[in-house]
């Protein structure tokens, strides 16, 4: 089973509507990472959070929100979707420390029309 | 303030010649510097990291990267490319947060490694 996993895969979407990504994880890992993914511009930082009551922007927060509910889910959500948030959307963990490599979940496909 | 520059956005090679992609680093403090690679419509997955330890860094699939502080270059490569090599290469750089105590990751935008047969 995968140790980063994130629902939907797959959405499609309405300018105006709220939508929700979902991760969850088994790694124990402390830390969790949303970043958006498009073509050309590498990954940004959305929102991270460092454990269940510490939360943070990223480079990118303007649109979106999170909720970490436990150690091992972290929620993504557009409260009013706009077509340019159409993007690929990468949930990731690390541990405590340094080098803090992170893992990375497959990715959520979210298009909004 | 940190940042990478993948110098190459589309790299191309003949399948058995060596690869190199090229990443160039700037940072205010020591980072950590790691390789990620990206299959199609897959996460993406470490191939590599740098953590002040050795210069020369092994990775996964045969990949190397060499830390050169001079240059201010953390170059990947690999003698002999395989087809199931053709993807999607970024670096990455972690640095400290200045006064807060923490690290964040910087990504390259990424260099798009094509394995001709």
């Known amino acids: 089973d995968a140790d980063v996993t994130q629902t939907p895969r797959n959405r499609i979407t309405k300018t105006g509507k709220r939508i929700m990504l979902e991760c969850s994880q088994t790694?124990?890992?402390?830390?969790m990472y949303w970043y958006r993914q498009d073509p050309g511009l590498g990954l940004r930082l959305i929102y991270y959070s460092f454990d269940v009551k510490d939360i943070n922007k990223g480079e990118i927060s303007d649109g979106y929100s999170v909720s970490r509910q436990a150690q091992a889910k972290f929620s993504l959500s557009l409260e009013s979707a706009i077509p340019n948030q159409t993007a690929l959307y990468f949930c990731a963990t690390s541990s405590r420390g340094t080098p803090m490599a992170q893992y990375f979940g497959p990715g959520t496909r979210l298009t909004v029309l | 303030a940190q940042s990478v520059t993948q110098l190459d956005s589309h790299v191309s090679v003949s399948e058995g010649t060596p690869v190199l992609l090229r990443c160039n680093y700037s940072?205010?403090?020591?980072?950590?510097l790691f390789w990620y690679v990206q299959h199609p419509n897959k996460g993406l997955q470490l191939l590599l990291k740098y953590t002040s330890a050795a210069t020369l860094v092994k990775g996964i699939n045969g990949f190397e990267a060499e830390f050169k502080k001079s240059e201010t270059s953390f170059h990947l490569t690999k003698p002999s490319a395989h087809m199931s090599d053709a993807a999607e290469y970024f670096c990455?750089?972690?640095?400290?947060?200045?006064?807060?105590?923490?690290?964040?990751?910087?990504f390259g935008k990424g260099t798009k490694l094509s394995v001709i047969p």
């Open positions: 940072s205010s403090y020591s980072p950590s």
């Open positions: 990455v750089v972690s640095d400290i947060v200045s006064g807060a105590g923490s690290y964040q990751l910087t």
């Open positions: 790694k124990g890992h402390d830390r």
